[in-house]
């Protein structure tokens, strides 16, 4: 059964950095792409950033110039670096990853993270 593990949340003050880690295990052929979701209170889950097996990114504007994704193929782990963090950024974030597992691709989730930026 693949499954996805995440870790590095937690409770930040503004203008602080976290480093948020997933890791799918399982029977894996490929994972392609990864990324990260985050759902505040109230508000739909939404798209953070995503990253291709090749390494091709993409990020919420939101984001931009503030958060690092990045991935270890060898270990298929995905990472998400984030900078400058506002309270903003509050939510319950959410690995996912479309993983090939020998008899189809399926999209995966993480259990979820919980990050909060106050002071």
């Known amino acids: 059964q693949v499954q996805l593990v995440e870790s590095g949340g937690g409770l930040v003050q503004p203008g602080g950095s976290l480093r948020l880690s997933c890791a799918a295990s399982?029977?894996?052929?490929?994972?392609?792409?990864m990324g990260w979701y985050r759902q505040a209170p109230g508000k739909e889950r939404e798209l953070v950033a995503a990253?291709?097996?090749?390494?091709?990114?993409n990020y919420a504007d939101s984001v931009k110039g503030r958060f690092t994704i990045s991935r270890d193929n060898a270990k298929n782990t995905v990472y998400l670096q984030m900078n400058s963090l506002k309270p903003e950024d509050t939510a319950v974030y959410y690995c996912?990853?479309?993983?090939?597992?020998?008899?189809?691709?399926?999209?995966?989730w993480g259990q979820g993270t919980q990050v909060t930026v106050s002071s």
């Open positions: 990253i291709t097996s090749g390494g091709s990114t």
């Open positions: 399982g029977i894996i052929f490929s994972i392609d792409p």
């Open positions: 996912n990853a479309h993983i090939d597992y020998g008899l189809g691709t399926r999209p995966v």
